[in-house]
C-alpha cells in the first residue's frame, strides 16, 4: 500500500454517492475504493488485487464503469458514484441481482458486487448483448468459483426479463 | 418421509441475497473499536541464521507495537499434523516468506514504510529448490533427509509380470505449483481479553484447525480461544492452513498492544506467502499386453512439499491412491514421496495430490494407447476397474458403476468419433491445428483411510424457542454452498420447509466440530450427521408425545416452541462413527481407502494456434456420476468452477520462482482465465447413489479439478502429434515442442537422404 498522505494535506471533496451529496475530508490522493469503505461505510465494494485486474471493486462514475482502486479520490470531486448498495434501495432486488440468484452466479460473493455493476454497465449501453458481448463485457471482472457461465446466463436471463417487462 | 421434496431441488442460496447486494460481511468489512493494523516482516533469503535485526531511524517506532518470537506466550509454532514450523522465526529462516516479526499501528498506511525500515541480517545458508535437489541430498534443510513422509502401496506379484509383457512404457510427467486466487485475501482479526481470552474472527475454512493452533500458541485452555469465521470469499483449499498462522499473528499483536488487531494481506503478499499446490514429479513403468491390457506397474510419486511438513503427508497420501486412476491393476507398487525444499510450504488445493497424479495416468494411458496401438477410447475401456475388482489398495468396488457406459455417453453428446475423423481429414494445412482429448478418472469422497474416524466429527440441530431450526456446524461456506445444501438436509429430514431451517454462524463459542471443510466431504460426511441429528429432535419431539408420526410444519413448531418453553435448550448431536465395513490398514497402506469414490469422463475439443501457439478449448464436456445431486445449480456450478480452475491449471497459470520466491505475486502476471477465455462447459450428471452420504450424496467439490489437464493435454497430442507432458502448457512451450519437432523431422529427413533408408 502507497503512502497517499504523504506532503498533502487532507481537503474536502465532494461528489454524489448513489444519488446523494457527499463531503469528505481526505488526502486527495487516497482511493475512491477506501473512501467508499473507510469514510463512508460502503463495504458492499471489495478489493481483490489492488492493481486494476480483478474489477471487485469496479463501481460505476458518471455512469463509466472504473476500478475504484485505481481511482484518486480527487478525481472522482464533482461526480456521481453508483455502487452495489444502490441498485436493492428500497430492499427490492434489480432484475440482475435477481438473477444472479436464480442462475446461480453467486458463489463466494466477493466479485459480486462488481460484476454486477459490470453487467448494469454493459446492458446500459448493449441491451440485447450475445452471449460472446456477455463474456466480452464482462472480461474485466475476475471471478474464481463460477467458471462464468452461470455469471454468463444470469446476464442474458435479466437481459430477456427486461425486454418482456419494458 | 421418502419422497425428497426439498433434496434435489435448486432452493435459493441461504446467504444468496445478502452477497448479490453487498451486504454480507467479510472480515476486511469488520471495524472494531480502537483498532490497530497489523503487518508481517518477513525473511528475504531462502536459508540462513538470523544474525542481527535493526530498525531504521526516521520512523516513529515509539508508536508501533513490535512482536518477536519472544513474546509467543506458549509454543512458538503453527500446531497441524506436526509442530515444526515456526510462528515466527526465532533463529533460521527456511524460506524466503518466513515471518519474523510482526507491526502494528493504527494508521494503516504507515506500515508499508516501517516494515521496509527493519533491517535483517543472515549468515546465509544454502538453499535448495526442487525436487532433485532435495533428493541428491547435498544440502538437509528438514529432518535427517529431507523427506516428510513416504508411502508405499503394494498388490499382486509385480517382479513377474515384465517378462510377461508385450510392451513395457514408460513416462514422466510434472506438474506445477498453481495460487488457489480466492478473490478475498486472506485476513483476519484478533482481540485478547485477559478474563475472556482470545477472539478472532477471519476468512477461514477450518475454525478448529485455527482454535488448536491458537491454544497451543497462546497457552490456553479450548474454553480461552474463540474463532468465528467471517463470510469467506473463496478459499478452494488456500484457506485450509494458512490462517492458522495469521490469526496466530493477530492474536500476538492483539495480546501485546491490548487492542483489536486487523491483518489484511494485500494481493502480492497473499500469493508470495501462502500456500500454493504441491509442484509434483510422476514417473510410471507399465507393463502391458498385446491387446492392450495392464498387466502391472511401477508408479513414483514424488511432491515438493516447501519448508514445512504442513499438509504434504495427507496430499501425498491422496495422490497417492489416485495415481492408479479408474483402471484394474493386477499387480502395481506405488512409491510415493514427499521431499522439502526451502520453498514457503506447499499445501491444500482442491484436489489435494490427486490432480497431480491423476495428470499423469491419464496422460499415460494415451501413451500405452500408441505403444499398444490402440485408440485412447478402446485403451480405457479395456482396462476400466469393474464392480467386483479391487483397487490399487485392494478397495473392492461394491456399486454398479460401468465406466464403459460413462465412456460412451460421454463420446456421443461430444460427437467425438466424428470431430476426431474431421480434424484427422482436415489434415496438416492452415494455421490452426484441432484435436480431441479424453480423461477418465475418480475422486475419492471424505478423509482418506481411517481420518474420519480420528476426526469423529460432530453436528448439532437445535430446536429453537420460536420452533424454527437451526443447524449447528463448524462447516464453512466459501462459495460451494455448504449453508444451504446442509439446511435442505435438515428440511428434508424434519418434513419442514427449507425456509423454516437456519445456520449458526461457525463459531467455536458456539458450534461442535463437525471437522474441516475440505475432502469433499461437508456434504456426504457431514450432511449424512445433520440428517442423524435432525431426526433426533424428531424423535425426541415424538416420544415426548408433543408431536405424532406424520404432522404439518405448524404443529412442529408448536411442538419445539413447547418443549424448549417447558425444558430450556433443546439440541441433538450426532457423531460420526465408521461403518463397520470400512477397513483401513494405515501401516500397509491397504483396504477402503474411501467411503465412496465419484466417477468422470471429460471429453475435451482445443485448437491450437500455429502462429500465437496459443491454445483454446471449443468444447468440454463432463460427465459425471456423483451419487445424488442434492442441488442442481449448485452442483453445475461446482463442476464448472472446477474445470475452469483445472483450466487455468493446464494453459495458463505459471508460477515463476527464483531462489524459492514466487516472482509473479499479482494478478497483472499471474495469468487466471476470464470470461472471455472459457469456453461453455457441458455438465452432465449419472446418479447411482451412495449409501454412506446423505440422501445418497457423494463428494463433488475437488472431482472436476483432476480430469481437465490430462484431457487437454491429450488433445493437444492429438492436434499436433507431439507429447507434453507437463502443466502448466503454455505457448513457448508448444512453440519449443513444435520447433524440437521440425528439427527431428529435418534431422530424419537428412538421413533418409544421405542413406536411402530411416535410421
Given at each position: 500500500m502507497t503512502d497517499s498522505r504523504e506532503g498533502r494535506a487532507r481537503a474536502?471533496?465532494?461528489?454524489?454517492?448513489?444519488g446523494e451529496p457527499k463531503t469528505v475530508h481526505?488526502?486527495?490522493?487516497?482511493?475512491?475504493?477506501?473512501?467508499?469503505?473507510?469514510?463512508?461505510?460502503?463495504t458492499g465494494t471489495k478489493e481483490g488485487c489492488g492493481?486494476?485486474?480483478?474489477?471487485?471493486?469496479a463501481v460505476l462514475m458518471d455512469g463509466i464503469l472504473v476500478n475504484s482502486c485505481l481511482v484518486p479520490v480527487l478525481q472522482a470531486a464533482g461526480s456521481s458514484v453508483i455502487t452495489i448498495e444502490r441498485l436493492a434501495e428500497g430492499g427490492t432486488l434489480h432484475l440482475l441481482q435477481e438473477a444472479f440468484l436464480e442462475c446461480g452466479g453467486a458463489q463466494c460473493g466477493i466479485c459480486t458486487p462488481g460484476m454486477i455493476l459490470a453487467a448494469v454497465h454493459l446492458l446500459n449501453g448493449t441491451p440485447e448483448p450475445t452471449t460472446e458481448e456477455i463474456r466480452e463485457g464482462l472480461s474485466g471482472n475476475l471471478c474464481r468459483c463460477t467458471g462464468y457461465s452461470q455469471i454468463?446466463?444470469?446476464?442474458?436471463?435479466?437481459?430477456?426479463?427486461?425486454?418482456?417487462?419494458? | 418421509m421418502s419422497s425428497n421434496r426439498i433434496v434435489g431441488k435448486s432452493v435459493p442460496r441461504k446467504e444468496g441475497r445478502d452477497k448479490v447486494t453487498g451486504r454480507s460481511k467479510y472480515v476486511?468489512?469488520?471495524?472494531?473499536?480502537?483498532?490497530?493494523?497489523?503487518?508481517?516482516?518477513?525473511?528475504q533469503i531462502p536459508r540462513g541464521r538470523i544474525r542481527k535485526i535493526t530498525f531504521a531511524s526516521g520512523i516513529a517506532w515509539d508508536e508501533f507495537v513490535i512482536v518477536s518470537a519472544k513474546d509467543i506466550p506458549g509454543k512458538n509454532c503453527i500446531t497441524l499434523i506436526g509442530d515444526d514450523q515456526p510462528c515466527l522465526a526465532n533463529e533460521f529462516v527456511n524460506h524466503p516468506e518466513e515471518p519474523i516479526l510482526l507491526l502494528a499501528h493504527p494508521d494503516c498506511h504507515v506500515l508499508s514504510k516501517a516494515v521496509e525500515a527493519v533491517s535483517i541480517e543472515y549468515e546465509p545458508l544454502p538453499a535448495i529448490f526442487t525436487i532433485e535437489q532435495s533428493e541428491r541430498r547435498s544440502e538437509i534443510v528438514w529432518g535427517e533427509d529431507n523427506i516428510f513422509k513416504t508411502y508405499l502401496i503394494e498388490k499382486g506379484d509385480l517382479d513377474g509380470v515384465w517378462e510377461k509383457a508385450d510392451h513395457i512404457v514408460e513416462g514422466e510427467y510434472t506438474t506445477g505449483a498453481q495460487e488457489q486466487l480466492y478473490i478475498e485475501n486472506n485476513g483476519m482479526i484478533a482481540a485478547f481479553d485477559a478474563a475472556e481470552g482470545i477472539t478472532v474472527w477471519g476468512s477461514l475454512q477450518c475454525p478448529y484447525y485455527v482454535h488448536k493452533a491458537l491454544m497451543t500458541l497462546c497457552d490456553l485452555p479450548a474454553e480461552k480461544v474463540r474463532v468465528v469465521q467471517m463470510e469467506t470469499g473463496g478459499a478452494f483449499g488456500g484457506k485450509e492452513e494458512y490462517p492458522s498462522m495469521i490469526a496466530a499473528h493477530a492474536a500476538l499483536l492483539a495480546i501485546k498492544s491490548e487492542k483489536p488487531v486487523k491483518i489484511i494481506y494485500d494481493r502480492m503478499e497473499d500469493m508470495a506467502a501462502t500456500t500454493k499446490r504441491h509442484p509434483s514429479r510422476t514417473r510410471h513403468r507399465t507393463a502391458v499386453s498385446k491387446d492392450g491390457k495392464i498387466l502391472g506397474g511401477e508408479i513414483e510419486f514424488t511432491i515438493d512439499g516447501g519448508a514445512y511438513l504442513t499438509l504434504s503427508p495427507v496430499v501425498l497420501s491422496r495422490g497417492a491412491i489416485h495415481?492408479?486412476?479408474?483402471?484394474?491393476?493386477?499387480?502395481?507398487?506405488?512409491?510415493?514421496?514427499?521431499?522439502?525444499?526451502?520453498?514457503?510450504?506447499?499445501?491444500?488445493?482442491?484436489?489435494?495430490?490427486?490432480?497431480?497424479?491423476?495428470?499423469?495416468?491419464?496422460?499415460?494411458?494415451?501413451?500405452?494407447?500408441?505403444?499398444?496401438?490402440?485408440?485412447?477410447?478402446?485403451?480405457r475401456r479395456r482396462n476400466f476397474l469393474q464392480p467386483g475388482q479391487a483397487t490399487t489398495t485392494e478397495q473392492v468396488v461394491h456399486e454398479p458403476i460401468d465406466l464403459g457406459k460413462l465412456l460412451d455417453r460421454a463420446l456421443e453428446v461430444s460427437d467425438y468419433h466424428a470431430k476426431k475423423q474431421r480434424f484427422a481429414n482436415e489434415g496438416r494445412l492452415g494455421a490452426t491445428r484441432k484435436g480431441m482429448g479424453i480423461a477418465a478418472f475418480l475422486h475419492g469422497a471424505g478423509f482418506t483411510g481411517s481420518g474420519e474416524r480420528y476426526l469423529s466429527s460432530v453436528v448439532g440441530v437445535e430446536g429453537c424457542a420460536d420452533g424454527s431450526v437451526r443447524v449447528l456446524v463448524s462447516s464453512t461456506e466459501f462459495g460451494q454452498g455448504t449453508k444451504t445444501v446442509l439446511s435442505q438436509i435438515a428440511a428434508e429430514a424434519l418434513g419442514l420447509p427449507y425456509e423454516n431451517v437456519s445456520m449458526a454462524q461457525p463459531d467455536t463459542l458456539e458450534v461442535p466440530n463437525s471437522g474441516?471443510?475440505?475432502?469433499?466431504?461437508?456434504?456426504?460426511?457431514?450432511?449424512?450427521?445433520?440428517?442423524?441429528?435432525?431426526?433426533?429432535i424428531r424423535q425426541t419431539l415424538i416420544s415426548s408425545k408433543l408431536l405424532r408420526e406424520s404432522y404439518s410444519p405448524d404443529e412442529f413448531r408448536a411442538a419445539c416452541q413447547h418443549y424448549v418453553a417447558a425444558r430450556g435448550e433443546f439440541r441433538s448431536w450426532s457423531r460420526y462413527e465408521a461403518p463397520s465395513d470400512i477397513f483401513w490398514d494405515d501401516q500397509k497402506y491397504r483396504g477402503e481407502a474411501y467411503a465412496a469414490f465419484a466417477w468422470a469422463v471429460y471429453v475435451v475439443q482445443v485448437t491450437v494456434d500455429l502462429t500465437t501457439y496459443g491454445v483454446s478449448v471449443d468444447d468440454f464436456v463432463a460427465l459425471q456420476e456423483v451419487g445424488k445431486v442434492l442441488h442442481p445449480l449448485l452442483?453445475?456450478?461446482?463442476?464448472?468452477?472446477?474445470?475452469?480452475?483445472?483450466?487455468?491449471?493446464?494453459?495458463?497459470?505459471?508460477?515463476?520462482w527464483q531462489d524459492g520466491r514466487m516472482q509473479n505475486s499479482q494478478m497483472t502476471n499471474y495469468i487466471m482465465p476470464t470470461s472471455s477465455d472459457l469456453p461453455p462447459i457441458r455438465v452432465f450428471f449419472e446418479e447411482l447413489g451412495n449409501v454412506y452420504g446423505a440422501y445418497g450424496a457423494k463428494g463433488i467439490g475437488e472431482l472436476p479439478m483432476d480430469g481437465p489437464a490430462p484431457a487437454i493435454v491429450n488433445a493437444v497430442e492429438d492436434a499436433l502429434n507431439i507429447p507434453f507432458d507437463s502443466v502448466p502448457l503454455l505457448p513457448e512451450d508448444i512453440m519449443d515442442g513444435l520447433n524440437q519437432d521440425a528439427l527431428a523431422a529435418s534431422a530424419q529427413d537428412s538421413r533418409v537422404r544421405s542413406t536411402g533408408v530411416v535410421q
Open positions: 474536502e471533496i465532494s461528489f454524489a454517492v448513489n481526505v488526502y486527495p490522493m487516497e482511493r475512491l475504493l477506501d473512501v467508499l469503505r473507510q469514510h463512508l461505510q460502503l492493481e486494476g485486474e480483478c474489477g471487485s471493486c454468463v446466463d444470469a446476464v442474458a436471463e435479466a437481459a430477456a426479463r427486461r425486454r418482456t417487462t419494458a | 476486511d468489512d469488520l471495524v472494531l473499536p480502537d483498532m490497530l493494523f497489523g503487518a508481517t516482516v518477513r525473511s495415481a492408479g486412476g479408474p483402471y484394474y491393476w493386477p499387480s502395481v507398487r506405488i512409491h510415493a514421496k514427499a521431499v522439502a525444499t526451502n520453498a514457503p510450504p506447499h499445501g491444500a488445493f482442491r484436489g489435494f495430490g490427486a490432480p497431480q497424479s491423476l495428470f499423469a495416468m491419464e496422460r499415460h494411458m494415451d501413451r500405452i494407447a500408441r505403444a499398444v496401438g490402440l485408440s485412447p477410447v478402446e485403451i474441516p471443510t475440505v475432502a469433499s466431504r461437508t456434504v456426504m460426511v457431514v450432511g449424512k450427521l445433520v440428517q442423524s441429528a435432525a431426526l433426533g452442483a453445475r456450478g461446482q463442476i464448472i468452477g472446477g474445470i475452469a480452475q483445472a483450466i487455468g491449471f493446464s494453459l495458463y497459470e505459471k508460477v515463476v
